[in-house]
């Protein structure tokens, strides 16, 4: 998958695309079939993907985050897309509905079908929807499809409903919807050696800024190392055994991890199954390992 980082990047191409539109925030079930959607149907066009780096639309986004850009990416790239857009959003938030479609979608992506969501909005102050989408698109030959909701359980998957799953625990529902395990990625930090002291070596990962934060407590995790799964022990709060934080980290006791010092070491962290609230009982944390290596 070829990844662009600005519409003029793009522009220098030749390619016309089959093009989704959105910020697909999770990835979820929902988003893959508008996804899919634009993969299935491009017939001679590249199968594209427009949306925004996170980056640029924190400021206007209230809600926490369920993916990082290179998240995002990844999952987006198994779905077969040719290329991800991924747009500064500064780049389109001053123009209007009709300048979207005729400068950005017509001009510099050479969209001749795009397709999106029932609630996707555009143009300035997001005044725009997909009647106003399929008004402007067909003054310039480009076919709108809009993709019917997925639901599950009589309800609309959204990332609102994901990301409200994974704050109360319901991580395998969750997972499900998203159909991957919610995953938290980044670089070992260095803690306070409680975990070896205990018996129990950790690693440390620090939540991305303005990331969702999973109910605290400790869950049943996979976790990724160079390639290789590992089964783990993750604790999701702010250290209840030594002393409160206020900022909480991602804590894992990797099981049967022998390898080398993982200090500055990038990994990632699924979460598989909610198991408990923290408590302060290193009793508890040997409980743990016990039910996490039962499931095997």
């Not at 519409?7 to 697909?24: I, P, V």
């Not at 209007?96 to 992506?109: A, H, I, N, Q, W």
């Amino acid at each position: 998958m070829e990844i662009f980082h600005s519409l003029e990047e793009f522009f220098q191409t030749e390619y016309r695309t089959s093009l989704a539109l959105g910020f697909f925030d999770g990835v979820h079930i929902g988003h893959r079939s508008v996804i899919r959607s634009a993969v299935t149907e491009k017939g001679e066009l590249k199968s594209a993907v427009l949306t925004f780096s996170c980056g640029s639309i924190l400021p206007m986004k209230r809600q926490a985050l369920l993916n990082s850009d290179r998240q995002k990416s990844r999952l987006i790239e198994t779905l077969g897309v040719d290329i991800l857009i991924c747009a500064d959003f500064e780049e389109l938030r001053g123009l209007s509905g009709e300048d979207f479609v005729s400068s950005v979608l017509r001009e510099k992506l050479r969209a001749k079908k795009v397709f999106c969501g029932e609630n996707y909005r555009f143009g300035k102050g997001a005044s725009c929807g997909t009647e106003e989408l399929r008004s402007y698109s067909e003054k310039h030959g480009i076919e709108v499809v809009v993709c019917s909701p997925v639901y599950d359980g009589g309800q609309p998957v959204s990332s609102t409903r994901v990301r409200r799953l994974i704050e109360e625990g319901a991580i395998e529902e969750a997972n499900r919807l998203l159909s991957y395990p919610f995953e938290i990625e980044g670089v070992i930090e260095r803690g306070n050696h409680i975990g070896s002291m205990l018996g129990f070596p950790t690693v440390n990962i620090p939540l991305m800024t303005n990331a969702v934060v999973p109910r605290f407590g400790v869950y049943e995790s996979e976790i990724i190392i160079g390639g290789r799964p590992y089964r783990g022990a993750t604790n999701i709060g702010v250290h209840p055994t030594v002393k409160e934080k206020s900022s909480p980290l991602c804590e894992t006791f990797i099981l049967d991890f022998d390898g080398e010092e993982l200090y500055e070491t990038e990994i990632r962290c699924r979460l598989i199954r909610f198991i408990r609230t923290e408590k302060k009982f290193k009793e508890q944390i040997h409980n743990d390992i016990k039910s996490i290596s039962r499931s095997k």
